[in-house]
């Protein structure tokens, strides 16, 4: 396939290296004339290791090259990937200035194409950035997105001193493209690489970047806090975080990493404030550890709204304990949001049958009848008298039941889904997800 690279800083450099690598044919622009240069000559001006031998492989092969000009780049090349920076700005948010400049030159060239030409931005940008670059391109060039040209986010997740290793090795390659056309071309692109491609939403595709990097960075900040504490204790923070690793079942894996409503228990809110309180008491500051209660209790103020919003009183709650198969109310976050919703004058009905033979036999009856006595007096037996009830139905918890109540709803009910009971339900009509 013919390429051009636009920008040849680190991921334009590498991702032009490898790719010539792997067959295709690069055209590498970059404002820089000595950077023009440099790749021209076999050289890189990035440093990162073995890169600069595969720059002189595909200079010598004519498997690639640089120019200054942005439409001989687009003329001779059937896609385009966007690699220049995205620096930030003073107030936080991202200059997408470089993003829009080139869009606008690639744009110029796609005005003298006949042939489909797909724009891929391969950046850091924030969601929604594609679509308005695809806008701008067919603003500027007077074609039509989809039929003339392709718009594709394809983020890159390379390390510095490692890059190659990344390219050639990723977890896997997202691909977020505005159609089919696209979307066959960034198979055939990445055909060399054995690695899934996921083909994603372009938003989800912009987003996933972000989300990574976050993640990455909470990770970091986790273990350092973790690691302060245990210093000021005689504890070795190595060893302690060494063995969280080690656990595959929970800390590193999907278990706790789906969106949805807060977290309760009677294990993580006690702990969380323990260890808070703990690192307080020795002096260490712990900014991530202690804002993990405000942020869940955000959570629960957050499902409220979305009620606040439906306009409606009548109220069914369907899931009472903090996680289905159970019947433990401890700091359960439904409690809250019911006891809540109470004194804000709603109606409301409620329906868990753990919580329901708990109160009658369970463990629980103690708590139930001293702790919650007004919220035990709104159980209901039967869930379909919950629903008949209810002008808004909010799913608490992930018990089986709750999967088969679609077919019960009107069309003038509301479901408000706090855990995503339907893994292929996103919010739309009478049907709305916390966080889809």
């Not at 489909?116 to 850091?124: G, K, L, N, P």
């Not at 999907?254 to 690192?279: E, I, N, T």
């Not at 004194?343 to 033979?357: A, E, Q, R």
């Amino acid at each position: 396939m013919k390429l051009s690279v636009f920008g040849l800083g680190y991921v334009g450099a590498v991702s032009s290296a490898c790719f010539a690598n792997d067959g295709h044919d690069i055209i590498g622009v970059d404002v820089s004339e000595q950077k023009v240069a440099f790749f021209n000559s076999g050289k890189s001006a990035i440093v990162e290791d073995n890169l600069e031998e595969y720059v002189e492989k595909a200079i010598n092969g004519k498997k690639m090259e640089a120019t200054q000009d942005p439409k001989y780049a687009v003329a001779n090349s059937d896609l385009s990937i966007i690699c220049v920076g995205t620096p930030s700005q003073p107030n936080g948010s991202i200059d997408l200035q470089y993003i829009f400049k080139v869009s606008e030159e690639i744009a110029e060239g796609i005005k003298e194409k006949d042939s489909f030409h797909t724009v891929v931005i391969r950046s850091t940008v924030s969601p929604g950035t594609v679509n308005k670059c695809g806008e701008l391109i067919e603003k500027t060039s007077g074609k039509k997105l989809n039929k003339d040209f392709g718009m594709v986010s394809n983020p890159e997740f390379l390390r510095e001193g490692t890059a190659i290793e990344d390219f050639y090795n990723p977890p896997y390659t997202v691909v977020g493209a505005s159609c089919e056309e696209s979307e066959k071309m960034m198979e055939e692109l990445y055909a060399a690489i054995d690695a899934p491609i996921y083909n994603m939403k372009i938003e989800e595709a912009e987003m996933i970047k972000y989300a990574n990097n976050n993640f990455h960075a909470v990770k970091i900040t986790f273990a350092n806090e973790i690691g302060n504490i245990c210093k000021e204790l005689g504890i070795d923070g190595h060893k302690v975080m060494d063995l969280v690793t080690k656990d595959t079942k929970l800390n590193l894996s999907p278990y706790y990493m789906k969106p949805g409503f807060a977290f309760g228990g009677s294990c993580l809110p006690k702990d969380v404030r323990a260890l808070s309180y703990k690192a307080s008491s020795i002096d260490v500051k712990t900014p991530l550890l202690s804002s993990l209660i405000s942020s869940n209790e955000i959570q629960v103020e957050r499902g409220l709204d979305l009620v606040y919003k439906t306009g409606k009183k009548k109220i069914g709650i369907l899931g009472f304990a903090f996680k289905a198969g159970t019947d433990d109310l401890r700091e359960s976050p439904m409690v809250t949001l019911i006891e809540t919703l109470i004194g804000k004058g709603f109606d409301i009905k409620i329906y868990d049958s753990n919580v329901y033979l708990a109160k009658l036999l369970g463990k629980n009856k103690e708590y139930i009848e001293e702790h919650i006595p007004h919220i035990s007096g709104l159980l209901l037996e039967d869930m379909k008298d919950v629903i008949a009830h209810a002008e808004t139905i909010i799913i608490g918890n992930n018990s089986k039941e709750f999967k088969e109540i679609f077919d019960l709803i009107k069309p003038d009910q509301t479901i408000i889904d706090l855990v995503r009971v339907d893994s292929e339900r996103v919010s739309s009509d009478n049907y709305v997800g916390i966080c889809w």
